[in-house]
């Protein structure tokens, strides 16, 4: 079919996720999952159907409804100190929505976009279609941030720099020193800002939960999300909180996009917003805690690979140099071992030397999956 459309999407492909994932069958051994396998919290259930059952099947406000932002003011303040009303958030269709609308309003053709040079595919595709730069700045071999190197790669052009802690796929925490540095940084620069995507912020291993980098500076907009910690990707809901002369301008992508976020999601969300789901949370970390460390033990057994074992998230990202490129590996794995992993490609050039390898599966799949693993290494 002949067909005249953008030229913005030439040289926009499937992500690499996507097309390994389907080629996976009914039986593959799926370690290459992003998102948690376990029920979401009875409460959220309850209060969506609560919201079907009392007939209320309206628009919200575009910014989303102001009860569900109030409570999501109220978090954040709690968790950096920061003054925070309803007015500088605003609710959207998952956090992927969140990252068009933010990039969508700060950037003009030509404009440039830091990411890490390891990355979720979004930061490079959204602002690569609105016309936009996109540089990658490097990380050190334990995934923190190379400072040196970022501070090169500003110049008069640099808008946005993205920061995503924990990450996916590294599941590295951005420390605390860091992220002070980070805040040194863009205050050289006012008009800079820094995008902190948070989405995985409650799925950590370390002792302390992490901190918002909203603490550190005000030129951040935070994104997030019950996705993760709610165990809940269908139900879509993000947001985004940012200084109010940000958010009023922020809200006319949404509008513009899609109106707002459907009405009986947010109205579930609300009690993972008051706390009511908290427990639930609690025990998808213990769950993946311990996945964590099975994965870890018997990832140690492969010969020559390398692990640096995450801090959060629900990954662990793991050097397969020594064998060769990830493309070819993972899809090789995938044929002769019936087992799905992602291949590093699918997080920029850099990861190339790594598999993605998700820890949320159950516990037999894990067993098997690395047990097929070592199998297919060791005959290399
Ligand atoms: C780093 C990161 N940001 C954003 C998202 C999108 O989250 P949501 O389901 O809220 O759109 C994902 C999903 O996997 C992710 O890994």
Not at 13 to 40: C, M, W, Y
Not at 224 to 243: E, F, H, Q, V, Y
Not at 274 to 300: F, M, N, P
Request: proline share 5%; aromatic share 8%; charged share 20%.
């Amino acid at each position: 079919m002949k067909l005249k459309l953008s030229s913005k999407l030439n040289d926009i492909q499937i992500s690499e996720i996507r097309q390994i994932v389907n080629l996976a069958k009914k039986d593959t051994i799926n370690l290459g999952i992003g998102q948690l396998p376990f029920d979401p919290p009875a409460a959220l259930i309850e209060a969506g159907i609560k919201s079907f059952q009392s007939g209320q099947l309206k628009y919200s406000p575009n910014a989303g409804l102001p009860e569900l932002r109030e409570l999501i003011a109220l978090e954040h303040q709690s968790q950096t100190g920061k003054p925070t009303t309803f007015e500088n958030v605003i609710i959207t269709v998952g956090v992927e929505s969140a990252l068009y609308i933010t990039f969508a309003t700060f950037l003009d053709p030509d404009d440039e976009v830091l990411i890490p040079e390891i990355y979720f595919s979004v930061y490079d595709t959204i602002p690569k279609m609105l016309g936009a730069k996109v540089k990658t700045f490097k990380l050190n071999t334990d995934f923190s941030i190379d400072f040196q190197d970022l501070k090169k790669k500003i110049t008069k052009k640099t808008k946005l720099i993205v920061i995503n802690s924990p990450c996916n796929p590294t599941g590295k925490i951005v420390s605390l020193a860091e992220q002070q540095s980070l805040a040194d940084l863009v205050a050289h620069h006012p008009l800079l800002h820094l995008i902190s995507d948070e989405v995985y912020a409650e799925l950590y291993f370390t002792p302390q939960k992490p901190v918002s980098l909203a603490k550190f500076s005000d030129q951040v907009i935070v994104l997030n999300g019950i996705s993760k910690r709610a165990s809940a990707t269908g139900l879509r809901i993000g947001w985004i909180i940012a200084a109010k002369p940000i958010t009023q301008e922020l809200v006319k992508i949404q509008q513009y996009s899609v109106t707002c976020a459907a009405i009986t999601s947010q109205k579930a969300a609300m009690p993972v917003l008051r706390g009511e789901c908290d427990q639930d949370t609690a025990r998808y970390r213990e769950v993946l805690a311990e996945h964590r460390a099975l994965a870890l033990t018997l990832l140690a057994d492969i010969p020559k690979i390398k692990v640096v074992a995450p801090e959060g998230a629900f990954y662990c990202f793991v050097d397969i140099s020594a064998y060769g490129k990830s493309k070819e590996i993972a899809y090789r794995i995938l044929a002769d071992k019936n087992v799905l992993t992602i291949p590093g490609i699918a997080f920029g050039k850099k990861g190339d030397r790594y598999l993605r390898i998700s820890f949320a599966a159950d516990l037999t799949a894990i067993k098997q999956g690395l047990k097929a693993l070592k199998a297919f290494f060791v005959t290399e």
